[in-house]
C-alpha cells in the first residue's frame, strides 16, 4: 500500500504533526541514509539545526536483510534476543559482524562528520527521524545514543511503521508515528519512490541544512540590498513571485556574476531532492551558482496532473529566471537549466521562448520529448544524460535529439537505471553537468564581455 510519494513527501506530512516542536530547543537527527532526507524537510519545517545519528544493522548471517540488532555511535548496541535464537546465532558469528559493521560504521560516521562538528544534544530534545521501522533495532539504539549525548528529551518520529516494532521501543520518551498499516511487510513498500540514499546525499542534505540559517535575502517587494552590501556567498531560503503565487527556492551564489544554474525538478520532487542537491553542491564547488526551488506550491503538488502539466511548469521557470535577473549579484549571471524527468520538458520549453536569456541546459533522466514541436526552437546548447539501463527514456531522447537544431550531445552513462542510483553513477551525471555549465556559462560571459567593449 504506497503512502507516500518519497521521502520529501513523507517529510513534508511528518513536519505537519511535529510543527508544536518549533521554536523549542530541538535538535532533528536523521538516521543515515534513508532518514536524513526526510528529517531534512522536518528541520526545515521547524527552524531546528540538522545532524545524524549514525547506526549500522546487524544482520542475520543467513539472512543480512533481516536484523538482529544495531549499532551505533558511542559503543551502544540493541540485540533482538528472540531472532538470534531462532536462527541459532553463535558468539562467533555475532563478534565477525559486529566487529565488521562497526568498521563500516566508523568510516561512515567519519565521511558525514568531515568538517562539521556534531551538535551538542546536552539539556536539548532530540527528535529522530527515521523513513521508516520495520524492527526497531537500528531505531532503539539512535535513542540509546542520543540519551549518552546529554539529550535530556528523546522523541522518535517516522511516517511509517510496524506496530509490533513501536511496541517494543521503550528508549523513547515520545514516538510519533504517521501510519501503522496492518499488512505492514517492509517500510519501502508505502513509498511509490524508495531508491536508495548515497552517502554524498547524506552529505549534501548536511551541508544545506548547515547553511540554512545564514542571512536570507529580502522577500518579493522588498527593497534588495546594494550589492557591496550583501556578504557572500549567498546561501538564502527565498521566496520569489510566478502566476500569481509564491515559489519557495533556495539560492547559492558564491560572487556577484557568477553563472547560475535553475533546477528544474521532476515528476513531483522538489528543492529537497537529494539526487538534484547532491547534482547541486558538485556545481558550487566548480563555483556555480544554482536555484532550487519548488515549481509547484504544496497545494498544487495534490493534483498529480500538475507534474505533467509542462507549460505551467515552464511559465513558472521562466518566471524564476527573471526574478534572477532582477536580483542586483545575479543581474548579469549566465543562466542554465538543470532538468530531470519531466523538469528536462519544462526546462526545454522554457529556453525555446522568444529571447530567452538560458545560454545552457542540462538534462538528468529526463524527458525532453515533453517539450513537443518547441524542441526545434531551443537555441541554448543542451546536454542529454540518459542511464544505459533506461532503454524507454534513452530511446525518447535520441528522438528528441534528431528534432534539435542547437548544439546537442547525448551522454549514455553505462549501467545507469532511470534514478542512477547506481554506485558512481549519480557523481557521473553531475560531473558531466559541470562540465557542460562550466564551458557554455564561461562562454555566454566571455561573449557578452566581447560585446560591451
Same mark, same amino acid.
Given at each position: 500500500?504506497?503512502?507516500?510519494?518519497?521521502?520529501?513527501?513523507?517529510?513534508?506530512?511528518?513536519?505537519?504533526?511535529?510543527?508544536?516542536?518549533?521554536?523549542?530547543?530541538?535538535?532533528?537527527?536523521?538516521?543515515?541514509?534513508?532518514?536524513?532526507?526526510?528529517?531534512?524537510?522536518?528541520?526545515?519545517?521547524?527552524?531546528?539545526?540538522?545532524?545524524?545519528?549514525?547506526?549500522?544493522?546487524?544482520?542475520?548471517?543467513? !539472512?543480512?536483510?533481516?536484523?538482529?540488532?544495531?549499532?551505533?555511535?558511542?559503543?551502544?548496541?540493541?540485540?533482538?534476543?528472540?531472532?538470534?535464537?531462532?536462527?541459532?546465532?553463535?558468539?562467533?558469528?555475532?563478534?565477525? /559482524?559486529?566487529?565488521?559493521?562497526?568498521?563500516?560504521?566508523?568510516?561512515? %560516521?567519519?565521511? @558525514?562528520?568531515?568538517?562539521?562538528?556534531?551538535?551538542?544534544?546536552?539539556?536539548? %530534545?532530540?527528535? /529522530?527521524?527515521?523513513?521508516?521501522?520495520?524492527?526497531?533495532?537500528?531505531?532503539?539504539?539512535?535513542?540509546? /545514543?542520543?540519551?549518552?549525548?546529554?539529550?535530556?528529551?528523546?522523541?522518535?518520529?517516522?511516517?511509517?511503521?510496524?506496530?509490533?516494532?513501536? *511496541?517494543? /521501543?521503550?528508549?523513547?520518551?515520545?514516538?510519533?508515528?504517521?501510519?501503522?498499516?496492518?499488512?505492514?511487510?517492509?517500510?519501502?513498500?508505502?513509498?511509490?519512490?524508495?531508491s536508495a540514499t548515497q552517502d554524498e546525499d547524506v552529505v549534501a542534505l548536511l551541508d544545506s541544512a548547515l547553511r540554512r540559517h545564514q542571512p536570507q535575502l529580502p522577500p518579493p517587494?522588498?527593497?534588495?540590498?546594494?550589492?557591496?552590501?550583501?556578504?557572500?556567498?549567498?546561501?538564502?531560503?527565498?521566496?520569489?513571485?510566478?502566476?500569481?503565487?509564491? #515559489?519557495?527556492?533556495?539560492?547559492?551564489?558564491? *560572487?556577484?556574476?557568477?553563472?547560475?544554474?535553475?533546477?528544474?525538478?521532476?515528476?513531483?520532487?522538489?528543492?529537497?531532492?537529494?539526487?538534484?542537491?547532491?547534482?547541486?553542491?558538485?556545481?558550487?564547488?566548480?563555483?556555480?551558482?544554482?536555484?532550487?526551488?519548488? #515549481?509547484? %506550491?504544496?497545494?498544487?503538488?495534490?493534483?498529480?496532473?500538475?507534474?505533467?502539466?509542462?507549460?505551467?511548469?515552464?511559465?513558472?521557470?521562466?518566471?524564476? %529566471?527573471?526574478?534572477?535577473?532582477?536580483?542586483?549579484?545575479?543581474?548579469?549571471?549566465?543562466?542554465?537549466?538543470?532538468?530531470?524527468?519531466?523538469?528536462?520538458?519544462?526546462?526545454?520549453?522554457?529556453?525555446?521562448?522568444?529571447?530567452?536569456?538560458?545560454?545552457?541546459?542540462?538534462?538528468?533522466?529526463?524527458?525532453?520529448?515533453?517539450?513537443?514541436?518547441?524542441?526545434?526552437?531551443?537555441?541554448?546548447?543542451?546536454?542529454?544524460?540518459?542511464?544505459?539501463?533506461?532503454?524507454?527514456? #534513452?530511446?525518447?531522447?535520441?528522438?528528441? !535529439?534528431?528534432?534539435?537544431?542547437?548544439?546537442?550531445? #547525448?551522454?549514455?552513462?553505462?549501467?545507469?537505471?532511470?534514478?542512477?542510483?547506481?554506485?558512481?553513477?549519480?557523481?557521473?551525471?553531475?560531473?558531466?553537468?559541470?562540465?557542460? @555549465?562550466?564551458?557554455?556559462?564561461?562562454?555566454?560571459?566571455?561573449?557578452?564581455?566581447? *560585446?560591451?567593449?
Open positions: 500500500m504506497t503512502i507516500y510519494e518519497d521521502r520529501a513527501d513523507a517529510g513534508r506530512q511528518l513536519a505537519r504533526r511535529l510543527l508544536p516542536w518549533r521554536g523549542q530547543d530541538v535538535v532533528v537527527l536523521g538516521l543515515p541514509r534513508g532518514g536524513v532526507p526526510v528529517a531534512h524537510v522536518v528541520a526545515e519545517a521547524l527552524d531546528a539545526p540538522l545532524d545524524v545519528i549514525v547506526v549500522r544493522k546487524l544482520g542475520v548471517p543467513a !539472512q543480512p536483510e533481516l536484523a538482529m540488532g544495531a549499532i551505533g555511535e558511542e559503543g551502544a548496541r540493541v540485540l533482538d534476543e528472540r531472532t538470534l535464537q531462532y536462527f541459532g546465532v553463535t558468539d562467533a558469528q555475532l563478534e565477525r /559482524i559486529e566487529e565488521r559493521e562497526r568498521a563500516v560504521l566508523e568510516a561512515r %560516521t567519519a565521511r @558525514f562528520r568531515e568538517g562539521r562538528e556534531r551538535i551538542d544534544l546536552t539539556g536539548r %530534545t532530540a527528535l /529522530i527521524v527515521d523513513d521508516g521501522i520495520a524492527t526497531g533495532s537500528t531505531a532503539r539504539v539512535a535513542c540509546r /545514543i542520543a540519551r549518552q549525548l546529554g539529550a535530556a528529551r528523546v522523541v522518535l518520529a517516522v511516517p511509517v511503521a510496524s506496530e509490533d516494532a513501536l *511496541a517494543r /521501543i521503550v528508549e523513547a520518551d515520545e514516538i510519533v508515528c504517521l501510519a501503522t498499516p496492518r499488512s505492514f511487510t517492509a517500510v519501502g513498500h508505502h513509498y511509490r519512490d524508495f517587494g522588498h527593497p534588495s540590498p546594494d550589492p557591496v552590501d550583501t556578504a557572500y556567498p549567498v546561501d538564502a531560503d527565498v521566496r520569489l513571485p510566478a502566476d500569481g503565487t509564491e #515559489l519557495e527556492a533556495h539560492l547559492h551564489l558564491p *560572487a556577484p556574476g557568477a553563472g547560475v544554474v535553475v533546477f528544474a525538478h521532476g515528476s513531483g520532487s522538489s528543492r529537497h531532492s537529494p539526487r538534484n542537491q547532491h547534482v547541486a553542491s558538485v556545481l558550487q564547488r566548480a563555483g556555480l551558482g544554482t536555484l532550487l526551488l519548488d #515549481l509547484l %506550491t504544496p497545494q498544487e503538488e495534490g493534483d498529480r496532473a500538475n507534474v505533467f502539466a509542462v507549460e505551467l511548469l515552464a511559465r513558472r521557470l521562466v518566471a524564476a %529566471t527573471e526574478w534572477l535577473r532582477r536580483q542586483p549579484g545575479s543581474a548579469d549571471s549566465p543562466v542554465g537549466y538543470f532538468g530531470a524527468s519531466t523538469g528536462a520538458g519544462a526546462a526545454l520549453w522554457a529556453a525555446a521562448e522568444p529571447g530567452s536569456p538560458v545560454a545552457a541546459v542540462v538534462s538528468r533522466g529526463g524527458r525532453p520529448d515533453l517539450a513537443g514541436s518547441r524542441l526545434g526552437a531551443v537555441r541554448a546548447p543542451t546536454l542529454l544524460i540518459v542511464g544505459g539501463e533506461d532503454h524507454e527514456v #534513452l530511446g525518447l531522447n535520441r528522438r528528441a !535529439q534528431e528534432a534539435m537544431r542547437c548544439p546537442a550531445r #547525448l551522454e549514455v552513462v553505462a549501467g545507469a537505471t532511470h534514478l542512477f542510483e547506481e554506485p558512481g553513477t549519480l557523481d557521473r551525471a553531475a560531473q558531466l553537468a559541470r562540465d557542460w @555549465f562550466t564551458e557554455h556559462l564561461s562562454a555566454a560571459r566571455e561573449r557578452r564581455a566581447g *560585446a560591451s567593449r
